[in-house]
């Protein structure tokens, strides 16, 4: 097992990297920009070490600055987090080439999943239900033209090489397919510095459904069921439950399966999530693989009992998968609510500043993974997600009735959260029926 192992990322993930680290034997280092000097998960750490400025791009995204911490602090291994460096694999290669174990994928696993053309290729051949689309990138327009009309519009065009939502034209018809497909091609050549796009089919109305995945380095791999995460806005998940509500058992192991097949494949070690849509008839159309742990694997550890972080520490270390497939049972029901400082009554408008009120909530089924408290200035710098409120019970409706319960106990200020926003949402028919897409936050608040 690691003696010592580099933190390469801020805030909760930060903390919770520490916990797993602290429950191995293993001591930590923290690197820190100067925005979060004093940031309270820095004090859980046995090391940390500043290195540079607010901005993530002179600080969490240098990766010199980082292997250098780790050489100070006599590392033996680097855990990305998610975010930042986290799926980048030059990182991953660097830390390798620098004598650190990359605590996730190889950055040849990680390259062949991350480019979307190369890993819906992959997916293929492992049964991993895909769009219908082009088999490769698209060339030139009629190529483009020729695919959708085989498959139907509309259509949407993405870049091989896209991420974070960028790099993506839906296409309606054939003009704005022409149209767009060379403007898609100049983008992704600017923004990834890889021009391949591609074309698949668009679902106008969709659950975003995903699987947790787990491999090891000796060719095993796992899923830890799925997570429902349609409740978002501008693509970014604000509420996550597992298992997803409504679905046909029979369906559900058969995609669960072969996400795990899907890492099998790549050689993967670590976890994964195999992101897919679903539509109406429960049919299943992969989206991408996230090849690092996750903002929302907290509500699958609730319903597996599997350390998803400890578990990606060990496998790093070259141990194998301590579970089999059939030791993986769900029990009950988990959602996660991101905490975010943003203001819902006010356009989400971010909230930096000191919280001065900040009473949790707590109980039989209750988690919070934070690293705010009394006094924390929240900084402008990063992400706005100050906490997770993660509540498991005996099933759905009781999860509801108990997320609403925490929700209303759980009090911060005087800077605004997403609280209330999710006050609502759990009360709307929609939420509570399970027939909600994953469009329908934002249908709501432009409604009002
Ligand atoms: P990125 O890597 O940029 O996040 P994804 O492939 O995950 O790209 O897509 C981002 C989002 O775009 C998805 O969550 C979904 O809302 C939407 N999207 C992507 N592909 C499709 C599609 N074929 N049909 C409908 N929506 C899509």
Redesign the pocket.
């Known amino acids: 097992m690691f003696k010592r192992v580099l933190i390469a990322n801020r805030g909760e993930i930060a903390l919770r990297i520490i916990r797993a680290c602290r429950e191995l034997g293993i001591e930590t280092i923290c690197v820190y920009s100067s925005a979060d000097e004093g940031g309270p998960w820095l004090e859980q750490a046995s090391q940390s070490i500043c290195i540079g400025p607010g901005p993530s791009k002179d600080s969490y995204l240098r990766i010199e600055r980082i292997i250098a911490a780790a050489e100070i602090g006599h590392a033996d291994a680097i855990h990305p987090g998610y975010g930042f460096l986290s799926e980048n694999a030059h990182f991953a290669e660097v830390c390798r080439d620098s004598g650190f174990e990359f605590i996730g994928p190889s950055p040849e696993a990680m390259s062949m999943l991350g480019d979307?053309v190369n890993c819906r290729r992959l997916a293929k051949k492992a049964g991993t239900p895909i769009?219908p689309g082009s088999d490769g990138g698209i060339e030139d327009v009629d190529e483009a033209v020729a695919v959708a009309t085989e498959i139907g519009f509309p259509v949407?065009v993405?870049a091989s090489g896209?991420?974070?939502?960028?790099?993506?034209r839906i296409a309606t018809d054939e003009k704005s397919l022409r149209s767009g497909i060379e403007q898609a091609r100049q983008e992704a050549q600017a923004a990834f510095g890889n021009p391949m796009v591609y074309v698949?089919?668009?679902?106008e109305s969709?659950r975003?459904f995903e699987v947790q995945t787990l491999g090891d380095k000796h060719g095993n791999a796992i899923h830890l069921y799925e997570r429902d995460c349609s409740s978002?806005r501008r693509?970014q998940k604000l509420i996550e439950e597992a298992p997803a509500p409504g679905v046909d058992p029979a369906r559900r192991e058969k995609v669960c399966e072969s996400a795990a097949e899907l890492i099998r494949r790549a050689n993967y070690s670590g976890a994964a999530t195999v992101?897919f849509?679903m539509d109406k008839q429960q049919n299943f159309?992969m989206?991408?693989v996230n090849t690092r742990v996750q903002v929302e694997h907290p509500i699958s550890e609730a319903i597996t009992g599997v350390d998803i972080v400890q578990t990606g520490i060990r496998v790093a270390a070259g141990e194998k998968l301590p579970y089999q497939q059939s030791d993986i049972r769900i029990n009950g029901h988990a959602m996660e609510f991101r905490i975010n400082a943003e203001d819902p009554a006010r356009n989400f408008m971010p909230q930096a500043g000191i919280i001065e009120t900040w009473v949790v909530p707590g109980g039989p089924g209750i988690r919070l993974d934070t690293h705010a408290r009394v006094g924390y200035r929240v900084p402008p710098n990063y992400d706005s997600m100050i906490g997770k409120l993660i509540v498991h019970a005996t099933d759905r409706e009781a999860c509801i009735r108990r997320s609403l319960g925490a929700l209303g106990e759980f009090k911060v200020g005087p800077i605004h959260t997403t609280i209330p926003l999710y006050q609502r949402l759990l009360q709307e028919p929609l939420f509570t029926q399970a027939t909600h897409d994953?469009k329908y936050v934002e249908r709501l608040l432009v409604a009002g």
């Open positions: 979307k769009f949407i993405k896209g991420g974070g939502g960028r790099g993506m698949e089919k668009y679902l969709a975003h978002q693509h992101e849509l159309y989206l991408e994953i």
